[in-house]
């Protein structure tokens, strides 16, 4: 979806979409993922080949139960992660220090394994 970007500023447009929008933007890397293995299988459609022919009909079969999970999961999935968004927003606002300091006990956490990891490569 983001793959020809040439600017600066069409970067920081597709991060504030990624950031302001992430499931739709799953969505539709999702969509993208579906209809090319759709194309590929149309394309093996004429394959003469008897290995490329059971290749299509997995590939199908694959792709038929990946649109199933989509179909009945997919609501489901966004209304949970629209859920759990809400909640980190309101633990957040409720606990703006303890957030906080979570976060910084993370970041200092990755940059201790980071530190150890880098000083054993030298």
């Not at 590929?40 to 999970?69: G, H, M, N, S």
């Amino acid at each position: 979806m983001f793959d020809n970007l040439t600017s600066r500023r069409q970067e920081r447009k597709a991060a504030r979409i990624l950031n302001e929008r992430p499931l739709r933007v799953a969505n539709e890397e999702l969509r993208i993922l579906v209809s090319s293995v759709q194309d590929l299988v149309d394309r093996l459609e004429t394959a003469a080949d008897p290995e490329l022919k059971r290749l299509r009909k997995q590939a199908e079969a694959a792709l038929a139960r990946a649109r199933a999970a989509i179909g009945e999961g997919g609501a489901q999935l966004g209304e949970q992660a629209r859920e759990l968004a809400e909640q980190g927003q309101r633990y957040v606002r409720r606990r703006p220090l303890t957030s906080l300091a979570v976060v910084a006990l993370a970041m200092l956490a990755v940059g201790l394994v980071t530190g150890r990891a880098m000083a054993a490569t030298d």
